[in-house]
């Protein structure tokens, strides 16, 4: 999943854990990856239809769902549109306004048909990379849990996943990563919980003019998210759902992620912005605490609008 996965467990048979972890992981981006050749997803997108295995399938479900939920800004769809601009890849490159006007019409959970074979409309492409390592950690999480773990951190790229407290019994802390520098932009208490963090600042490449170009692409424009954030962090009980916030909310920026969290609800939320605020939902005030040489403006955000 071009990223580093760190576990750290107590209790239970954590050997065999770890081990069965380990191979969850493997199996998971050996069907999910777009960039394997013989994985589901590949598979679908080179064959246009295709039978899928169990967690590919019921992975793209829960995708179209998230995509309904968030009014397209995460879209699995986006897979043609990631491909040409190829910004994670060995050779990115800054497409003409032509040919993302070509694909943009491909985009969209209406041309992704899923009955017992899943369809897609030509030309089409789905890219399950903004939601499998969330995904992943669920998994891990469920693993984890079955071997008896009680205690135990995984970070999977930005994907971290709590199970239990510290062996002491003590919350866990998760370190929110400064998107604009090298430490901590604040320290969030945890037990039992994903935090996931979307961000411009990890993955991106800068053009021969300077200009940075950022791996999270809106969907309704087809060229990487002009956001007012700098990175945004879903606390929640459901990693899977968690990745998916996280991109769209990074898409959405500050106002629409506000609106949607008070629409929705269901999750806690970290907002980091390009002007230096980090807005924090009302289930965090206990739980967070701002770093000594921190300098953002901690914010609470309220439930609803101010008047
Ligand atoms: P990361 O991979 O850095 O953890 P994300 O979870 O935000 O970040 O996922 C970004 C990846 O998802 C991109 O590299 C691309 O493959 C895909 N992607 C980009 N834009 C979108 C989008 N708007 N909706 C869904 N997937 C996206
Ligand atoms: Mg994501």
């Known amino acids: 999943m071009d990223t580093y996965m760190v576990i750290t467990a107590e209790g239970g048979d954590t050997e065999e854990a770890v081990k069965s972890v380990s ?49 397209g800004a995460f879209d699995v769809t986006i897979a043609p549109l990631v491909e040409l601009w190829g910004i994670t890849s060995d050779d990115p490159r800054v497409p003409s306004q032509e040919e993302i006007d070509a694909l943009l019409p491909l985009v969209g959970g209406e041309h ?36 008896g773990v009680t205690s135990a951190v995984v970070s999977l790229g930005g994907n971290v996943y709590v199970c239990g407290g510290k062996p002491d019994g003590t919350p866990w802390n998760v370190g929110i990563q400064d998107p604009a520098g090298s430490g901590y932009a604040a320290m969030v208490s945890l037990t039992d919980r994903f935090a ?24 309704r424009t087809g060229r990487p998210a002009d956001s007012d954030l700098l990175s945004v962090t879903i606390i929640s009980d459901d990693g899977t759902a968690a990745d998916a916030y996280s ?44 770093p000594e040489d921190c300098a953002y403006d901690f914010q609470l955000l309220t439930a609803q609008p101010a008047a």
């Open 23 to 71: 191979r969850e992981i493997s199996r998971l981006e050996s069907v999910l990856s777009r960039t394997i050749d013989t994985s589901s997803v590949s598979r679908l997108n080179t064959e246009g239809s295709a039978v899928l295995d169990e967690d590919t399938s019921s992975l793209l479900a829960a995708a179209l769902t998230y995509s309904a939920d968030t009014n």
């Open 112 to 147: 992704v048909h899923m009955d017992d074979a899943v369809t897609l409309d030509t030309g089409c492409a789905v890219d399950l990379g903004g939601i499998a390592k969330g995904y992943a950690s669920q998994q891990v999480a469920d693993i984890l849990r079955a071997h």
């Open 196 to 219: 996931v963090t979307s961000g411009g600042y990890q993955r991106y490449f800068e053009a021969e003019d300077g200009t940075v170009y950022r791996h999270i692409l809106d969907p």
């Open 247 to 290: 991109t769209a909310l990074y898409v959405m920026g500050e106002q629409e992620a506000v609106s949607f969290w008070r629409a929705h609800g269901g999750f806690e939320l970290i907002l980091i912005t390009a002007d230096g605020r980090l807005l924090y939902t009302p289930g965090l005030s206990d739980a967070i605490t701002k």
